[in-house]
């Protein structure tokens, strides 16, 4: 089970790399079949994940998948397959958002994982990194959603690259100011 997540989440990492191949190399048809598979491997993973709260996000994200993919094999425009990035920022930030109305905050339940006996500093701390992370996935969504109508070459170096690396950049950041807000 670990094995299939950890095989679904690297190769959906790599979904921005694999469109720009695919359409490059291989054309939609071949390439929808692949990622129809790798979508079912998303939806698998996340129905056998028994904890965590992103559990059912795996099989949202990978429903959505299939779902663009289809559209663009059906209507053979790979324009479809461009919204994916934009409709995982979209699930997430809903999700992120949700759990603000909700006693624990989406960073709290994962925060949970690692400390179950989170002191009050702590929730305070997390519900503040949960809307840290919404106001990214609303940018790093509508960026990917401009990069939908620029260049496949921009798509794929944005949704490829730079919003991965803009998303470590934010989690090296909130990483150190959590050690230095423990140690205070």
Sequence with gaps: MRLLTVLAGLLLLAYPLAVYAGLSNFGIAPLALVLVILFGFRIASGHLANRGPLKHLAVVTGAIGIVLVSLGYLFR????LLFYPVAVNSVMLTAFAYSLTQS???IERLARLQDPDLPPSGVRYTRNVTKIWCVFFLVNGSIALATCFMPLTSWTLYNGLLSY???GVLFGIEFVVRKRVQTS
Excluded: C, E, G, R
């Design 104 to 106: 624990q905050s989406m």
């Design 165 to 167: 690396v803009a998303a």
């Design 77 to 80: 425009q790979h324009d479809w």
